[in-house]
């Protein structure tokens, strides 16, 4: 048996070294399923990116509508919001007299 092994050693080690190179290529930290996965966790963190980005635009036009020129439209839709002042589905109707009064 060791006459066996002797003579197909560099087989043997030519077979180990590929199984571990392939063990490695699927399967190790630079692997294929790791690199899909970093991939899809890089996905995911670019939508997050993107959310918030929106949400510190949106955060940011509102602050500048109470602080450099105040917008009383917004005061309005705030105090609705937060005091519950009006009914949720409500309609606003605005009259307007075009009229030409004589």
């Known amino acids: 048996m060791i006459d066996k092994l002797k003579k197909n050693y560099?087989?043997?080690?030519?077979?180990?070294?590929?199984?571990?190179?392939?063990?490695?290529?699927?399967?190790?930290?630079?692997?294929?399923?790791?690199?899909?996965e970093k991939?899809?966790?890089?996905?995911?963190?670019?939508?997050?990116q993107k959310e918030l980005s929106e949400k510190i635009v949106n955060l940011e036009h509102k602050n500048s509508l109470l602080t450099d020129n105040i917008d009383l439209d917004f005061i309005e839709i705030l105090i609705r919001e937060k005091f519950l002042f009006g009914k949720e589905g409500e309609t606003t109707y605005i009259i307007k007299d075009n009229g030409k009064k004589k």
């Open 10 to 36: 560099f087989i043997l080690i030519i077979t180990f070294l590929i199984i571990y190179f392939f063990f490695n290529l699927l399967e190790g930290n630079r692997g294929l399923i790791s690199y899909f």
């Open 39 to 48: 991939k899809d966790f890089y996905n995911k963190l670019e939508i997050d």
